[in-house]
C-alpha cells in the first residue's frame, strides 16, 4: 500500500527539522549540566570512528635519565611508559513517535511545525537527563549497554575491578584514591579531606604539574550548600565563567576549581576529578542521526523514527582523580 503524500510531506518535515536543529541539539545535550558542559568547553568531547575505542595510557617512567662525567658510557635502558585501555562503544536511541492523529489533527504547517519542535525538543531534553543520570552510574544499566558512569570509572573501591580491558587488582597504577568519611562529621572535616584528595592525586605529577591539578569537583545538592556555608566565611566564591554561571551552574570553587552540584549524584558523595584524563568520545557518522521513518505494524497510520548516537565516556589515568563518600552528618 503506498504512504499517503501527506504522510510523506510530514516524514519530510520532521527530516528537515532535524537536520536543522541537529548541531543545536548535541551542543544543547553536551552543555545541559555541569559535567557535560566543562566537558565540551575544555575540549574532551571527540570523535572518532572504529571497531573499539583505544586510548594510551601514560603512566611509566622513562628510566634512561642520569648523570654523566667525563668518559663516561650510558647504558641502553627501553622504557614503555604506556599501554593500551580499550573500551566498547554504547549504542544509545531514544525515538520520536506519531500517529494517524497526530497528523490528522494538526494540518497545516504552522500548527504541524510547532508539534514537530515540541516533540524534537522534548527528545533533546530527555537525551540529556539520561547522559546525567548515567554519569553516576556503574555502566551495568540496560544490561550494561549505557555509556560509563563515575562510579565504575573512579568507584569507591578502586583495588577491584576491570575497566578498560585492565584489571584494577593486577595494576596499582590504575587506581583512583577514594576516601570514606563515616562518622566524620562533613562541617568539621569537608575542607580538611578534599584538601588532603587534592594533594593526594596530584602526586604522580612531577612531570607537568599543571596536567596532575584536579579541575572539577561534582557532588550532591546538599553537600555543595555544606561547602558553600563553610566558603562564604573564607570568601571563596568568586566568578570564573560568566557563561558557566548564565546557564545556572553557579560559581563556587575550592582552590581555583569548580565545585558543582547534580540531581543524580548518589547520596553523600563527591568526585574530585582530572579531566585532562577523562574522554568521552562519539562516533563520528551515528552522532545523534534520525533514521528513517518505520510504520508500525496493527497501528494503522503510526509511525516511528529512531535516533542514535553512539558513544562512551573513557578514562586514561585513574591516579590523578579521587572519591569521596558517606559524606554524613
Known amino acids: 500500500m503506498p504512504v499517503p503524500t501527506i504522510t510523506r510531506s510530514i516524514d519530510s518535515l520532521y527530516t528537515h527539522n532535524w537536520q536543522l536543529r541537529r548541531k543545536p541539539m548535541v551542543d544543547q545535550v553536551m552543555q545541559a549540566t555541569p559535567f557535560w558542559y566543562y566537558m565540551k568547553q575544555n575540549h574532551r568531547i571527540v570523535m572518532r570512528g572504529g571497531e573499539f575505542i583505544e586510548d594510551p595510557l601514560r603512566y611509566g617512567k622513562n628510566d634512561s635519565i642520569r648523570g654523566i662525567g ?6 641502553i635502558v ?20 506519531r500517529t494517524f492523529q497526530d497528523d490528522q489533527v494538526n494540518r497545516g504547517e504552522a500548527k504541524f511545525l510547532d508539534l514537530v519542535q515540541t516533540k524534537i525538543e522534548t527528545l533533546q531534553d530527555s537525551y540529556a537527563e539520561k547522559m546525567e543520570m548515567w554519569l553516576f552510574d556503574d555502566g551495568t544499566a540496560d544490561g550494561g549497554k549505557v555509556p560509563n558512569g563515575l562510579l565504575n570509572l573512579v568507584p569507591y573501591a578502586p583495588a577491584t575491578g576491570t575497566v578498560g580491558n585492565l584489571n584494577r587488582a593486577t595494576y596499582s597504577w590504575w587506581r583512583n584514591y ?22 593526594n592525586t596530584m602526586r604522580w605529577g612531577a612531570g607537568d604539574r599543571l596536567k596532575a591539578v584536579p579541575d572539577f569537583i561534582i557532588t550532591t ?19 570564573k ?5 548564565g546557564r545556572g551552574f553557579g560559581q563556587l570553587v575550592f582552590k ?19 579531566t585532562e584524563y577523562l574522554k568521552f568520545t562519539v562516533d563520528d557518522i551515528e552522532n545523534f542521526t534520525l533514521g528513517e521513518w518505520i510504520p508500525i505494524a496493527d497501528q494503522p497510520g503510526a509511525r516511528v523514527a529512531h535516533a542514535l548516537f553512539v558513544c562512551n565516556l573513557t578514562i586514561s589515568n585513574c591516579r590523578h582523580q579521587g572519591a569521596i563518600y558517606n559524606i554524613d552528618n
Not at 577514594?178 to 594533594?199: E, G, S, Y
Not at 565563567?241 to 554561571?245: A, I
Not at 581555583?256 to 582530572?274: E, F, K, T
Open 178 to 199: 577514594a576516601t570514606d568519611m563515616t562518622t566524620q562529621n562533613p562541617v568539621l572535616w569537608l575542607r580538611t579531606r578534599l584538601t588532603t584528595m587534592w594533594n
Open 256 to 274: 581555583g576549581i569548580p565545585v558543582n552540584w547534580s540531581p543524580y549524584c548518589p547520596d553523600y558523595a563527591l568526585w574530585m576529578l582530572n
Open 221 to 239: 545538592q546538599a553537600i555543595a550548600e555544606i561547602y558553600e556555608d563553610m566558603a562564604d566565611a573564607v570568601a571563596t566564591i568568586i566568578l
Open 78 to 97: 627501553d622504557s614503555d611508559p604506556s599501554t593500551m585501555s580499550k573500551w566498547p562503544w554504547k549504542y544509545v536511541t531514544g525515538h520520536i513517535y
Open 70 to 75: 667525563r668518559g663516561d658510557t650510558v647504558t
Open 241 to 245: 565563567d560568566n557563561m558557566k554561571v
